[in-house]
């Protein structure tokens, strides 16, 4: 038997990268799928390669309505939801603090803390009778930038380690009827933007982190995919597979903070 045979998750941001591996991850294991997407080309072609499987509803993750709909849609063709997980980021790109003008650091802020922390707690919010009903879930996706610095500027790493915050703090609310956890992936080659005010708003990730770099930056010299990440979701997900972990995170970023370097070798 699939490991969510049956159950129905909704993932923010599921239309490329992470997300979009976690829509096809779950599907497979047996679950129908609502995807909250702000591209509406992403959402068309969710709708063509899922059918069924799939309902995709365009809108802005920071946006109160946008989550309330993506609720609604998700339980109004499903019947249920088991699942949310709040997945939808932007990425600073590593920009410094004396690189940005307090003009600057201050609109980046409000559009990038929007959706990273915001969109997740709107998600939840939005999601929170359904899986009180369903005694279900919650998982957000965080990075190894809640952990250490390096994997990101200043305004990514303080975003992830607020969802830290905001991961204990809802295991700690919603217990026992929802369980509530993290993972924390490392670097992979994906389709993630940062903030318009650092005009990176058209940027991808992939443009500038490559196979070599994220292989010399973890301890187990690999160069993840984002299907790699998608088994530590799926765990959380499961209901046979999961009855005993609330207020966890996964860290799962090919060990990025034990991370070796290896002299060079000597003639």
């Not at 709040?86 to 590593?94: E, I, M, R, S, V």
């Amino acid at each position: 038997m699939r490991w969510l045979q049956d159950q129905v998750a909704l993932v923010t941001g599921g239309g490329s990268g992470l997300g979009r591996a976690l829509v096809e991850r779950f599907v497979e294991e047996g679950a129908r799928v609502g995807v909250l997407e702000v591209s509406p080309a992403k959402v068309h072609s969710l709708r063509q390669e899922f059918g069924d499987a799939v309902v995709a509803v365009a809108g802005d993750a920071t946006a109160v309505a946008a989550n309330e709909e993506a609720v609604r849609a998700t339980v109004a063709t499903f019947g249920r939801l088991d699942t949310f997980v709040g997945n939808a980021a932007l990425w600073d790109f590593g920009t410094p603090l004396a690189d940005m003008s307090s003009a600057t650091l201050s609109t980046a802020f409000d559009q990038l803390f929007a959706l990273n922390v915001k969109a997740y707690l709107l998600g939840a919010r939005a999601a929170l009778p359904a899986l009180r009903e369903s005694e279900g879930s919650m998982i957000f996706t965080l990075s190894n930038a809640a952990f250490q610095p390096g994997g990101g500027g200043p305004l990514y790493t303080s975003s992830k380690h607020a969802v830290v915050g905001l991961v204990e703090q809802l295991a700690y609310e919603l217990a026992p009827a929802i369980r509530v956890n993290g993972v924390a992936p490392g670097g992979m080659l994906t389709d993630l933007r940062g903030p318009d005010a650092l005009g990176l708003a058209t940027r991808p990730l992939s443009s500038v982190l490559r196979e070599d770099t994220m292989r010399g930056f973890n301890a187990l010299e690999v160069a993840p995919t984002p299907r790699d990440y998608t088994g530590h979701y799926v765990l959380l997900a499961s209901r046979q597979n999961n009855r005993t972990v609330t207020g966890s995170i996964h860290r799962c970023d090919a060990g990025v903070g034990v991370r070796r370097f290896r002299p060079h070798p000597t003639t």
